[in-house]
Each structure stands twice: as structure tokens, then as C-alpha cells.
């Protein structure tokens, strides 16, 4: 039987990002960056203001106070977006908006709250330093600066900065297609009332929602029915298309087990058993030269094999450099039972007491019991060598509320 963590090996062996492509600022979003940004200018690109106010000559409003404060002509107005004025001769001001140009010769801005607000002659009550409430060109990235490295995952905030640094296509690891087949006579849509014998495919839609959330393309497929040939059409089709196969189901030792009996034919696949609960009966290789993974049937057991082999892989595939969920260490709230020689991921429920993280065992820990699953926070991660876990036992829980 193989351990988990030889299975992962296997199943990210030659897995690397996918090639690079071209993606506009917001389709970017959530994809990894291919190649090194730097900046085309400086930022900012001009010295200006930080604040509405006027803009002077600091060494004329020396000892400026409430009780001596200083008046000086207002020579004019700089909105933001309007270039500088002319040069600001000592003695004078000039009333300036937050983001404007500062003028040549001034040396600061006095804040709006200083002043009396005037547009002929200003009273001023403070004494501005030398360069106060002025953003110096380029003080926050120069001009060729590597601003993001590549291997770095886009969000909101790194948007910002590659538009402020004027790039409008961004340089990324293309976002991996993956193809999630269902198959099987029993298996009905959702809507649709199950007959004797049948159930709602709820496989398909689960995983199709994972892919999206690891960052992959989903494309559902299916139910195919329980027909070799019309499934190995299937596979090959879609192994044309997607750079990843996902089923699920079909792969232990039944008589029906189809995606076994058509993957074995077709050969590029092994199916192993793994020391894991739940989880045990794995597929992964090859249909072409696309990696497909086979998952067991059991939704649990689907979830929880998804997010130990099948996520990593779909995070390597779109180039990010750590693939696996963060963990977190948390007490356990109640004794429960491990199976002796195999890997447990136990889903749990985490809640905060006394400072202190508490992981609660969510219902049975039955490979078919989805609504344990869907309370669920997180899965405790109990080794082989544990047998029962102890109130108050520390574990090590992987984090299924966001992250990788």
C-alpha cells in the first residue's frame, strides 16, 4: 500500500506551469506572473502634493505661529492634472490640490487647515519644514525597477501597481483547462427526483466547484454512462482539449467499475491503493500525454483526495511555488478513533475559546457523509502510528477557509 506522501509524489511528478501567455490587468487576477515587471517610469513620475494646500517657499514662513502668522500673495491655482506653474518666486504662494504638480522653487506645502483658505493673500499659521507634504519623483519605485518578480501570485494590490507602472497586458502562466468527467447509469442531475437505484450526481458539481476555487478552468462533463466505448471516446476528446483529467468513481474492485476497465485497456494509468482514510483507491497517469487523476467515488472521499493530490497539482500547473493549503495547529475538542496504519483527515469544525483554536469532529467520519463535510473547516491530519486522539491533543489541521 502507498503512503500519502508517496502518492503526492507521483502525482506531481513532471507537473510544471503552463506556458505563458498574455492577459489583460483584470483577467490577470488570481494567475501567477511568468516573467519579472519592471517599471517604464518612475513613481511617482513628478514631485507633487500630498495634500490640498498652498505651495511655498518654507524659509518665508520661518516662526509662522496662531499668534504670528504670516501673509503671503496667492499667485494662482495647480489642480491635479494641470502641468506646474510657472516658477514660484519667494514671497508668494500658490494654492495647490492633492496630487497637482509642484511648482519649481517650492520647497513645501502648507495643509489647507494651516491657512485661512484664501485666493488673494493667505494668512498662515504654521511653519512647514524643508520638503513637507511634498511625494518626491520616483521615491516609491524608480525608473527600471524590478517591481514584481515572477512566481507572483496577482491580486488587487499587485494589480495597482502594474497599472500604475503602465502595463496594460500582463506576462502569466496560462490557466490550466481541466476536465471533470462523471460517469456511471445510477447518477442523476440535481433537480431531477432520483428513481429506484439512482442518485444525484453531486461528484461532478462538487469537484467542477474545486477546480474553479484552486484557479483552474472547469469544464464538467457528463454523466457518461456505463459504456467502455462511449467513455474511451470521452477521454480521448477531452484529453485533446484539457491539460488535466479529473473522474471520479469507478476505479476500486467492482464488476462495473468502468473508468478502471477503460483506463487499464488503454493503458498510462496505475491504480494503487493508499494508507489513507478516507481515500484509499487512487488513479493518476496519462491519457495521451494528458495527466488525468482518478478519484474514488465516495464524496468524502472524492473531497478529501482532491484537495491532497488533485489541488497541489492544479497550483503547480498555474506556477504558484507553495501548492498546498496553509496549516494550522489546533486542540481537539472530543476523543475520536483513527484507523491503525493509515493517514486519517478528519473533517472538523474550528472555533475560537479562551484564545485557543478547538477543532470539533464534524458527525461520523464516513467516507459518505456530506453534511459533516460541508460544516466542516478544515481536515485534522492523523498519522498512521495514531490509533485515538485524546480532548485536548494537539493537531495539526489543514485550512479549507481560503489560502493556496
Keep these: 500500500m502507498r503512503s500519502v506522501q508517496e502518492h503526492q509524489r507521483v502525482v506531481l511528478t513532471d507537473a510544471s506551469p503552463l506556458p505563458a501567455t498574455t492577459a489583460s490587468l483584470l483577467d490577470a487576477d488570481g494567475l501567477v506572473l511568468a516573467q519579472p515587471v519592471t517599471a517604464a517610469w518612475p513613481l511617482p513620475s513628478f514631485d507633487n502634493s500630498s495634500m490640498d494646500g498652498y505651495a511655498v517657499h518654507a524659509d518665508d514662513l520661518a516662526g509662522a505661529s496662531p499668534s504670528s502668522p504670516v501673509r503671503l500673495p496667492v499667485r494662482g491655482d495647480i489642480a491635479a492634472g494641470q502641468e506646474a506653474a510657472e516658477r514660484l518666486e519667494p514671497g508668494t504662494a ?24 484664501s485666493t488673494g493673500e493667505v494668512t498662515i499659521t504654521g511653519s512647514p519644514d524643508p520638503g513637507a507634504f511634498i511625494r518626491r519623483r520616483g521615491e516609491d519605485v524608480a525608473a ?66 474545486a477546480v474553479r476555487e484552486a484557479g483552474a478552468t472547469a469544464v464538467r462533463v457528463g454523466p457518461v454512462r456505463d459504456d467502455e466505448a462511449a467513455l474511451e471516446r470521452v477521454l480521448e476528446e477531452e484529453a485533446e482539449r484539457s491539460d488535466l483529467i479529473l473522474t471520479s468513481g469507478g476505479v476500486s474492485m467492482g464488476a462495473y467499475d468502468t473508468v478502471k476497465a477503460v483506463l487499464t485497456r488503454m493503458g498510462g494509468v496505475e491504480f494503487v491503493k493508499v494508507a489513507m482514510q478516507p481515500g484509499m483507491p487512487q488513479g493518476s497517469g496519462l491519457v495521451g500525454s494528458t495527466p488525468i487523476v482518478t478519484l474514488p467515488g465516495n464524496p468524502v472521499s472524492s473531497f478529501v483526495s482532491f484537495e491532497v493530490f488533485v489541488r497541489p497539482l492544479i497550483r503547480r500547473l498555474l506556477g504558484h511555488a507553495h501548492c498546498e493549503r496553509p496549516r494550522l495547529h489546533a486542540i481537539c ?14 473533517r472538523v469544525s474550528l472555533r475560537l475559546h479562551d484564545g485557543l483554536v478547538l477543532a470539533e469532529p464534524e458527525g461520523g467520519q464516513g467516507s459518505h457523509i456530506i453534511g459533516g463535510l460541508a460544516r466542516a473547516d478544515g481536515l485534522a491530519v492523523i498519522p498512521e502510528s495514531v490509533t485515538h486522539v485524546a480532548e485536548r491533543d494537539e493537531l495539526v489541521i489543514i485550512d479549507l477557509r481560503g489560502g493556496a
Design 94 to 117: 500658490v494654492r495647490i490640490m492633492t496630487g497637482a504638480p509642484v511648482p519649481d522653487g517650492a520647497d513645501a506645502v502648507v495643509p489647507v487647515e494651516w491657512t485661512d483658505g
Design 144 to 209: 527600471g525597477e524590478v517591481v514584481i518578480e515572477a512566481g507572483t501570485a496577482i491580486n488587487a494590490r499587485v494589480i495597482a501597481l502594474l497599472a500604475a507602472v503602465g502595463l496594460a497586458g500582463i506576462p502569466v502562466h496560462r490557466r490550466p483547462r481541466v476536465a471533470v468527467i462523471s460517469t456511471g447509469d445510477e447518477l442523476v442531475d440535481p433537480g431531477v427526483e432520483p428513481g429506484p437505484g439512482q442518485i444525484v450526481d453531486s461528484n461532478s458539481y462538487m469537484l467542477t466547484a
Design 333 to 346: 475538542a472530543r476523543d475520536f478513533t483513527s484507523p491503525a496504519g493509515k493517514t486519517q483527515f478528519a
